[in-house]
């Protein structure tokens, strides 16, 4: 039985994340062109936590006991027993360099009338059989004009790709017909490393300990046409966001198929949805910090991924009103460095 549990469960390899430094500025053009020499690497520190291991054995053993196998709910798997705190944790610091005279180009994609990302894909209870393909269709065709725009006709493989909401007012609670969504692509620097080569892949390896202990239940509203093509989890890192990776293992928006494409966006605002509900926030709406599909050289594992960045005090707000103890504890153990100390994980030297 615990096979079948491991088997349903996915996957997910982390990154540092290559975040760029945003214009808040919107133009209405679907294409334009600016350029920047303004980007971060920002450094992380993942606090070790407190987390015993009688504590995990404990809540080890009474998950045994209550043996809910509900396929939907992932989070309610037997971690393995062999877990452990105590092997010496391995640190991989990336090597990074930053050409100082490497100008990106850059490119927005904007949709042809502005819209928040939630309405764009119809809605968390969005059903394909009420949609005559209208909105199924002007959702991967927006994607597919990014990625056919910058792969065939501008020549770029390797690029950040960011999606962001923006408010025509100062007001988050807002709730502007001109609000909307766009996506940014910025080219990468031609010298930034590649992804490193490792053992496994997170978000395929379904025996690594951090396949596991970040797998996350789909929401409610998630249909099986959605939970066919992709996982999600948190982030192995203990970051605050939410992650999406295809079943597949596809490296590229390109490689999707429309199913995939369209599944990847409509979940991630289903796991906003949810949390925002279940934490009853006190904010109209969903909202997060951005989304990022990097490419390339810009990504920092192969697998493609969809990372949701949530607003720290935002996460907080779900994870402390809106999580039971079991996802609380997950988290914990990622926020101990279980994705350092993973060895199906480790790098290939
Ligand atoms: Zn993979």
Request: net charge positive; charged share 25%.
């Amino acid at each position: 039985m615990e096979d079948n549990i491991i088997q349903s469960l996915n996957s997910i390899r982390t990154i540092n994340s290559v975040v760029s430094n945003m214009s808040s500025s919107a133009s209405t053009s679907t294409l334009s062109t600016t350029s920047t020499t303004s980007r971060t690497f920002p450094v992380s520190n993942y606090p070790k936590s407190k987390y015993s291991q009688q504590k995990y054995n404990n809540n080890y053993a009474h998950r045994k006991e209550n043996g809910n196998n509900n396929h939907k709910d992932r989070s309610q798997t037997n971690y393995s027993p062999n877990y452990s705190l105590s092997q010496q944790p391995h640190y991989h610091h990336k090597k990074r360099y930053r050409d100082p005279s490497f100008v990106p180009r850059e490119f927005q994609f904007f949709p042809k009338v502005p819209c928040k990302l939630i309405d764009f894909v119809g809605g968390v209870n969005y059903t394909q059989s009420q949609d005559n393909g209208v909105i199924f269709n002007r959702v991967v065709e927006y994607f597919r004009n990014i990625t056919t725009t910058i792969e065939q006709e501008e020549k770029l493989l390797d690029f950040s790709f960011f999606l962001r909401e923006i408010s025509t007012h100062n007001n988050s609670t807002s709730d502007s017909k001109e609000d909307g969504f766009y996506v940014k692509v910025t080219q990468s620097d031609p010298k930034r490393f590649p992804p490193d080569k490792r053992h496994n892949c997170l978000s395929c390896d379904k025996e690594s300990e951090t396949y596991i202990f970040s797998s996350l239940a789909y929401p409610s509203s998630t249909r099986e046409e959605v939970s066919i093509c992709h996982n999600s989890w948190f982030d192995a890192k203990a970051r605050s966001m939410f992650i999406i990776t295809p079943k597949r293992h596809v490296e590229r928006l390109s490689d999707c198929n429309d199913q995939e494409i369209f599944s990847m966006f409509l979940l991630a605002v289903q796991i906003i949805e949810q949390e925002t509900r279940l934490s009853n926030a006190p904010w109209n709406g969903i909202r997060f910090a951005g989304m990022t599909l990097n490419h390339g050289n810009a990504r920092n594992i192969e697998h493609l991924h969809l990372k949701i960045k949530i607003n720290n005090r935002d996460f907080d707000h779900f994870k402390n009103f809106g999580w039971d103890d079991e996802k609380k504890e997950r988290f914990k153990i990622l926020q101990s460095g279980i994705y350092k100390r993973d060895e199906r994980l480790h790098r290939i030297p």
